[in-house]
């Protein structure tokens, strides 16, 4: 069985960002950049299945320009086999990037793929669910346990108010939350071996995809910053002000 | 000369992850009980770095001198003690063998130093021998196919927990300076050797360090590296590289005391705004700020010559006392800018100024880096 991870490029989780002057976006220039960390959790899981000998290859692919066959290498040293690179501007939409894994699923015959459950740039949370919709597979979302038995995939999610426990046949769709597993770090040696392992690169239209999107982003703009605080005589006035000002209770 | 810009950034990004999420909540706790959890020791292994700088022929990384420096400097960020305990299997444990060594030596020790199996150390100093290192006193009396080893050697780091022991001997008496002195390798457990206690030292816990006793030692003369008489050669050679490395030790110790000095200074409010708008403490920053940059310019550089084949001797030197010396400035500021704070081993900066006074002595103190420096100035003009 093969197992397709995406991994995303985004600003490294311990930047402290900012935003553009002119609020287009986020301050990328000289900014550290990693693979996303819930497709880091992803890689590792993938890997694991493979470790335990339940499945035969671990491809990764990552969407975006050049660059992002950074985070492709990185995945390799961490133990996958090979990669792909889908050449494209930087931005492609969920739907768009659901499509070209659908193509890549078709082209490399996938038995399952795993994915982050969202980005830390963009949040979106919507891959996984539009790509099992598109290809019409059973989908395990914000994942805390995957396990493998007898041509079937057990799915642990997590869920409000607690887990629920899915079994989905293959080809599947699982989407990892923060705790399915702790990445491990890649080992120099791996690191370096890394470099010998194959990068294909295929653009969107060589997958019959097109990435135009229908969304524009207007203006991108900083949270406000966090007021001070006030004191309270007693409780009686903390219960009003809950009750009238922050209309919590 | 780095040969692949990609790799050396994702090997660089991993340590500096490893530093930041594993060895630096680590740092107290290893401080207060003078030991490097085993679990960390393990992890280090596996991660390969043990043997940065072994070739890759003998199962290391083989790294470039300047690939190496990117490392030090990223270990450089936490606790000396972390960087000491696989320091000597990269550097000053391993290198005669590398450098001096036969085929068979090679084989046989180095892809257990790469892989941490073994740790290796480093004896040159002796109780009455630190700076004039040629005029060393333990002997080497070849004996059949040995060689029978006596004296005593001082403050060695690993000591307390080495496989090998890479040993500067006099084997000809008749020669009081430097070419009367050949380099072994000792294994543990050979009869004769004796540990001291481990040493207590002003900082860097954790890094152990103690006397190592030869009595009548007996080590097989093929452990001899290289040839009679040219162990100092091959010492000096070991030390030169390794100068390079505490230069780049001390430009990461810095960086590190400058970020945290300035998220205190963010942090700490006086005469009603944050310290760090007070121009004397900004003074103090930008100081250490400019002289930590000049050191890593300066370090970088030196590697990269290095790695062209050019002789960095006297370069060797100067970053070693310009690096050093200026992390103890920067250690100074960083507990001057803290104020009584920095005073209380609650804050890293108060570990740290005294766990850099250690690079301005070893590995040749600042003092003979400048006669190094001068002499070869004097040399090269004459």
């Known amino acids: 069985m093969k197992i397709l991870v995406a991994v995303k490029r985004v600003v490294d989780a311990n930047v402290k960002i900012r935003v553009k002057a002119d609020n287009s976006g986020v301050e990328l220039t000289n900014a550290k950049m990693a693979i996303n960390p819930f497709c880091e959790i992803a890689v590792e899981e993938a890997i694991r299945i493979k470790e335990k000998g339940q499945a035969d290859e671990v491809i990764v692919v990552s969407i975006g320009d050049k660059a992002c066959q950074e985070q492709i290498r990185t995945s390799l040293a961490l133990g996958a086999d090979r990669g792909i690179h889908v050449e494209a501007e930087d931005g492609v939409q969920p739907l768009a990037v659901a499509k070209i894994l659908k193509a890549l699923i078709d082209k490399e015959g996938i038995g399952l793929v795993l994915l982050g459950k969202q980005s830390i740039d963009s949040d979106n949370n919507q891959v996984a669910q539009m790509l099992a919709a598109l290809g019409n597979m059973p989908q395990g979302t914000f994942a805390c346990a995957v396990e493998l038995t007898d041509g079937k995939v057990k799915v642990t999610r997590e869920i409000d108010g607690g887990e629920q426990t899915v079994l989905l046949s293959l080809p599947a769709v699982i989407s990892s939350d923060l705790r399915l597993n702790e990445p491990r770090y890649a080992s120099l040696p791996n690191i370096m071996k890394a470099k010998k392992k194959p990068i294909d690169t295929v653009t969107p239209a060589d997958l019959g995809v097109n990435t135009a999107s229908g969304l524009k982003i207007i203006a991108v703009e900083p949270p406000p910053a966090r007021s001070a605080g006030v004191k309270v005589a007693d409780v009686d006035e903390l219960i009003s002000k809950l009750k009238t000002e922050a209309k919590v209770i | ?382």
Request: negative net charge.
């Open chain 2, 1 to 382: 000369m780095i040969r692949d810009t990609e790799t050396l950034t994702q090997l660089i990004d991993m340590v500096e992850r490893f530093v930041r999420e594993r060895l630096m909540p680590a740092e107290q706790d290893v401080a207060e009980h003078y030991r490097i959890p085993e679990d960390i020791v393990q992890e280090m292994k596996a991660l390969g770095l043990f043997g940065m700088t072994i070739p890759e022929a003998y199962g290391g990384l083989g790294l470039s001198m300047e690939e190496e420096i990117h490392v030090a400097m990223t270990l450089g960020r936490t606790s000396p003690a972390f960087r000491s305990i696989l320091g000597t299997n990269n550097g000053i444990g391993s290198a005669a063998i590398v450098f001096d060594g036969t085929e068979e030596q090679k084989q046989r020790f180095l892809p257990k130093y790469a892989s941490g199996e073994w740790v290796g150390c480093f004896c040159l100093t002796e109780p009455d021998v630190g700076s004039d290192a040629g005029a060393l006193k333990a002997t080497a009396r070849r004996d059949g196919d040995h060689y029978v080893l006596n004296g005593t050697k001082r403050f060695i780091t690993n000591g307390p927990v080495a496989d090998t022991f890479n040993v500067m001997a006099r084997t000809n008496p008749d020669i009081k300076g430097a070419r009367g002195i050949s380099a072994f390798i000792v294994e543990k457990g050979t009869p004769g050797i004796t540990l001291g206690p481990v040493d207590r030292k002003m900082g860097q816990a954790g890094s152990l360090t103690c006397d190592v006793i030869f009595e009548d030692c007996r080590v097989p003369a093929a452990n001899l590296i290289g040839r009679e008489g040219e162990g100092f050669i091959t010492a000096m050679k070991v030390l030169d590289r390794g100068r390079l490395h505490i230069a780049g030790v001390s430009v990461g110790v810095s960086e590190r005391l400058i970020d945290d000095a300035l998220a205190f200074a963010m942090s700490r409010k006086q005469f009603g705004v944050a310290i760090a708008e007070h121009q004397l403490i900004q003074a103090m920053l930008a100081d250490s700020k400019t002289e930590s940059y000049a050191a890593r310019c300066m370090v970088l550089e030196t590697a990269r010559q290095r790695d062209e084949g050019k002789n960095v001797s006297t370069e060797s030197a100067a970053c070693k006392l310009f690096a050093t010396e200026m992390v103890g400035r920067v250690a100074d500021r960083a507990v001057q800018i803290h104020g009584g704070a920095g005073y209380m081993s609650e804050y890293a900066v108060e570990r740290f100024y005294r766990d850099v006074r250690l690079f301005r002595l070893y590995e040749g103190t600042s003092q003979i880096q400048q006669l190094i420096i001068a002499r070869n100035m004097i040399r090269d003009a004459s």
